[in-house]
């Protein structure tokens, strides 16, 4: 091995060192393997038939890098630079006809209480790795996933990609992300396809690498063979498909080769298509908390092959069933209206025959949960920049909204009324359109309001919005607060609040359902005998007695359906039990899973 400086180069607008550094690729045997891999994260170089390699490595990078090839196992995929001797040792591993793995993402913990069922998970699925698709969350969560979620913890092997809460300022030691998990951006083999991370386009902090570094690495990486890929990182590449890749030559243009991208960041679970690629992009919510959209903890189990994605679905912690996902369908004029993931609108008639369809605007995350609505002839569908206004009859977009973007989708339904289209965002809080215009008449600054999921109701000629422990009732045309009425406790969930006329019904986290006096707020009764959840819905929380689907009343009886899986029939007046029926599964007046945007 040697290690010269060679010389000073201007690149990308700045004067740069680099080393012409070598080393070798050999069996454990000392036998030289030719055609091998090995990148210092910018440039790239292939061992010759002696299984020797030479690089101009750039200055200031931390590793040398094997790209892992199929057929083998490196007893090191990397080496840091100050050791000085970059001699990478492989052991031959049998090929498979197929690769599984286990994603997950956002544990952002410091606790450990989910690694049992990941590792019960993966063995089950036999899985040949899991992956960790970032944001772990500052220290001391970086340094303790390290030490306990790794491959001799879990039996098999374990890979991180950076995320935006991954990317802070380094510990007082000095030390970083890199000193604890390795290189931010690195590839690897299993059985005929490539496994690609991606880098993060921001952070706490200021980046700590040059974005358009890891857009020239992944060209050169692409350049030097033919395989498949499949793409695995914190968030989708410029968060729309295609992916947005920056080089220092333009955009990298992903191809056919292209299997999936499987990423995180978003605590949801849903896929999304292009009509550009064949492949899809799959996000996976959390594995150790309910998402922000109200996802229960997940899993994902995927099975590739060379010629594709075999099996991608998710797994519910805690939870055997898998259910999947459609937002609520609007009726009227004898057709159903629905709007999917991805923001696609489409009419149907009673035989199921497509009329027409209307392409979203937007790129395609968030995903869109929002139902969609009907009134006066008017279909109004889609979530912030892509919520818009359609003739029933024709399919033409009448308006769409340019005033609000949102954050988050909407767990609710639009709603309509007096003039009004009603709808939210989560971590954004309540909306207003005019309905025959489209322009934005209010938008509440609350910030217990910014956390709404629950379909805004009309009753009593006002609305009547969920906060996180709030009901709010608002003035349809001004949004003016007219009342606030605080329970307490967390009400964040997707159940809105109905009315008998003398009361308010308002459903919980954890605190079962309230029955208030309309007028005053007074708490009349309090129904809490529901069971632990199936599965745990509420943001960023886990093990509640949440009620997340919509009650209903009829002769006096309020129906409650739980998570816990049983729908409870009270009476209306004082709560009393007088029902009580077992379903089978989490009631959560939607389905959760995968949401699969339609192309």
Same mark, same amino acid.
């Given at each position: 091995?040697?290690?010269?400086?060679?010389?000073?180069?201007?690149?990308?607008?700045?004067?740069?060192?680099?080393?012409?550094?070598?080393?070798?690729?050999?069996?454990?045997?000392?036998?030289?393997?030719?055609?091998?891999?090995?990148?210092?994260?910018?440039?790239?170089?292939?061992?010759?038939?002696?299984?020797?390699?030479?690089?101009?490595?750039?200055?200031?990078?931390?590793?040398?890098?094997?790209?892992?090839?199929?057929?083998?196992?490196?007893?090191?995929?990397?080496?840091?630079?100050?050791?000085?001797?970059?001699?990478?040792?492989?052991?031959?591993?049998?090929?498979?006809?197929?690769?599984?793995?286990?994603?997950?993402?956002?544990?952002?913990?410091?606790?450990f209480g989910f690694l049992d069922e990941l590792k019960d998970k993966a063995a089950k699925y036999n899985a040949d790795f899991i992956v960790h698709t970032g944001d772990i969350c500052r220290w001391p969560a970086i340094a303790l996933h390290a030490e306990k979620l790794n491959t001799q913890t879990m039996g098999r092997d374990v890979f991180y990609c950076v995320g935006n809460h991954d990317i802070v300022t380094p510990r007082e030691d000095g030390t970083d992300y890199q000193d604890y998990?390795?290189?931010?951006?690195?590839?690897?083999?299993?059985?005929?396809?490539?496994?690609?991370?991606?880098?993060?386009?921001?952070?706490?902090?200021?980046?700590?690498?040059?974005?358009?570094?890891?857009?020239?690495?992944?060209?050169?990486?692409?350049?030097?063979?033919?395989?498949?890929?499949?793409?695995?990182?914190?968030?989708?590449?410029?968060?729309?498909?295609?992916?947005?890749?920056?080089?220092?030559?333009?955009?990298?243009?992903?191809?056919?080769?292209?299997?999936?991208?499987?990423?995180?960041?978003?605590?949801?679970?849903?896929?999304?298509?292009?009509?550009?690629?064949?492949?899809?992009?799959?996000?996976?919510?959390?594995?150790?908390?309910?998402?922000?959209?109200?996802?229960?903890?997940?899993?994902?189990?995927?099975?590739?092959?060379?010629?594709?994605?075999?099996d991608s679905h998710v797994d519910h912690a805690g939870y055997a069933g898998k259910i999947e996902f459609e937002s609520t369908p609007a009726y009227g004029n004898g057709m159903v209206f629905r709007c999917d993931a991805r923001g696609w609108t489409r009419a149907f008639d009673a035989e199921g025959n497509q009329i027409w369809s209307v392409p979203p605007v937007r790129a395609g995350i968030p995903p869109s949960r929002t139902g969609t609505a009907f009134a006066d002839g008017v279909v109004?569908?889609?979530?912030?920049?892509?919520?818009? #206004?359609? /003739? @029933? %009859? &024709? !399919? +033409?977009? $009448? *308006?769409?909204?340019?005033?609000?973007?949102?954050?988050? =989708?909407?767990?609710?339904?639009?709603?309509?009324?007096?003039?009004?289209?009603?709808?939210?965002?989560?971590?954004?809080?309540?909306? #207003?359109? /005019? @309905? %025959? &215009? !489209? +322009?934005? $008449? *209010?938008?509440?600054?609350?910030?217990?309001?910014?956390? =709404?999921?629950?379909?805004?109701?009309?009753?009593?000629?006002?609305?009547?919005?969920?906060?996180?422990?709030?009901?709010?009732?608002? #003035?349809?045309?001004?949004?003016?607060?007219?009342?606030?009425?605080?329970?307490?406790?967390?009400?964040?969930?997707?159940?809105?609040?109905?009315?008998?006329?003398?009361?308010?019904?308002?459903?919980?986290?954890?605190?079962?359902?309230?029955?208030?006096?309309?007028?005053?707020?007074?708490?009349?009764?309090?129904?809490?005998?529901?069971?632990?959840?199936?599965?745990?819905?509420?943001?960023?929380?886990?093990?509640?007695?949440?009620?997340?689907?919509?009650?209903?009343?009829?002769?006096?009886?309020?129906?409650?359906?739980?998570?816990?899986?049983?729908?409870?029939?009270?009476?209306?007046?004082?709560?009393?039990?007088?029902?009580?029926?077992?379903?089978?599964?989490?009631?959560?007046?939607?389905?959760?899973?995968?949401?699969?945007?339609?192309?």
């Open positions: 091995m040697k290690f010269l400086l060679l010389l000073t180069a201007a690149f990308a607008g700045a004067a740069l060192f680099a080393a012409q550094i070598s080393g070798t690729v050999k069996t454990a045997d000392g036998a030289p393997l030719p055609g091998m891999l090995v990148t210092d994260g910018i440039s790239w170089s292939e061992t010759g038939g002696d299984g020797a390699f030479m690089i101009d490595a750039r200055d200031g990078q931390r590793f040398m890098i094997l790209h892992e090839p199929t057929g083998y196992r490196a007893a090191r995929r990397y080496i840091p630079m100050k050791e000085g001797k970059f001699d990478f040792v492989l052991s031959p591993v049998p090929v498979k006809p197929e690769t599984r793995f286990v994603q997950i993402a956002d544990t952002e913990t410091e606790k998990l390795g290189p931010y951006w690195y590839s690897f083999e299993r059985n005929g396809v490539m496994f690609i991370t991606t880098a993060m386009h921001y952070g706490e902090v200021a980046l700590p690498y040059i974005l358009e570094d890891y857009g020239d690495w992944l060209a050169g990486l692409l350049k030097r063979t033919d395989k498949p890929y499949v793409l695995l990182g914190h968030n989708l590449p410029g968060q729309q498909m295609p992916p947005v890749i920056p080089s220092h030559n333009g955009n990298v243009k992903v191809d056919d080769r292209l299997l999936g991208i499987f990423f995180g960041h978003w605590h949801a679970n849903f896929d999304l298509g292009c009509p550009e690629l064949k492949a899809k992009a799959y996000c996976v919510a959390t594995p150790n908390k309910a998402g922000i959209d109200h996802d229960p903890a997940s899993y994902r189990m995927v099975t590739v092959t060379p010629e594709g994605i075999v109004y569908a889609g979530f912030g920049i892509d919520l818009k #206004a359609i /003739d @029933a %009859a &024709t !399919g +033409k977009v $009448l *308006w769409r909204n340019t005033e609000w973007s949102g954050s988050h =989708t909407f767990l609710g339904d639009i709603t309509v009324a007096d003039g009004v289209v009603v709808s939210g965002s989560q971590w954004g809080g309540i909306y #207003a359109n /005019d @309905a %025959a &215009t !489209g +322009k934005m $008449l *209010w938008h509440p600054k609350i910030e217990d309001l910014r956390f =709404t999921t629950a379909t805004v109701t009309c009753f009593d000629g006002a609305f009547w919005a969920k906060g996180l422990k709030k009901v709010y009732k608002l #003035a349809p045309k001004t949004g003016e607060v007219l009342k606030v009425y605080d329970l307490g406790t967390e009400i964040q969930t997707a159940a809105p609040v109905i009315s008998d006329g003398k009361n308010i019904f308002v459903a919980s986290a954890d605190s079962g359902v309230f029955a208030l006096d309309k007028n005053t707020g007074a708490k009349v009764w309090q129904f809490n005998g529901q069971g632990p959840g199936l599965v745990t819905t509420t943001p960023y929380r886990t093990n509640l007695r949440g009620i997340e689907a919509p009650m209903s009343l009829y002769n006096g009886r309020l129906y409650v359906q739980a998570m816990d899986g049983f729908l409870y029939e009270l009476d209306a007046a004082d709560g009393k039990l007088l029902e009580k029926t077992w379903t089978g599964m989490p009631l959560a007046g939607w389905h959760f899973g995968d949401r699969a945007g339609m192309r």
